[in-house]
């Protein structure tokens, strides 16, 4: 049983994509297969950053409105 998937467009550079599809082939895999995997790998990256900041903030007594602290 699969997880239920929403369903995001998004336009890459020309470089980009050939890049994409380079490496999909290389993996066997299709280009919007691996495509969902790295995004999916530097949304998980980029998340747990923004929550060891928000934590760090959050120590700080910084609430990230300007003037509330």
């Known amino acids: 049983m699969s997880l239920e998937k929403k369903s995001v ?5 020309h470089d980009q ?3 994409l599809q380079i490496m999909a082939e290389f993996n066997h895999k299709a280009d ?3 495509g969902e995997l790295l995004l999916e790998k530097m949304i998980v990256a ?3 950053d923004f929550r060891v ?3 760090r903030m959050a120590r700080l007594g ?5 003037g509330d602290e």
């Open 9 to 13: 467009h998004i336009r890459i550079s």
């Open 17 to 19: 994509h050939q890049q």
């Open 32 to 34: 919007s297969e691996l």
């Open 46 to 48: 980029e998340f747990h």
């Open 53 to 55: 900041t928000a934590g």
């Open 62 to 66: 910084i609430t990230g409105i300007e």
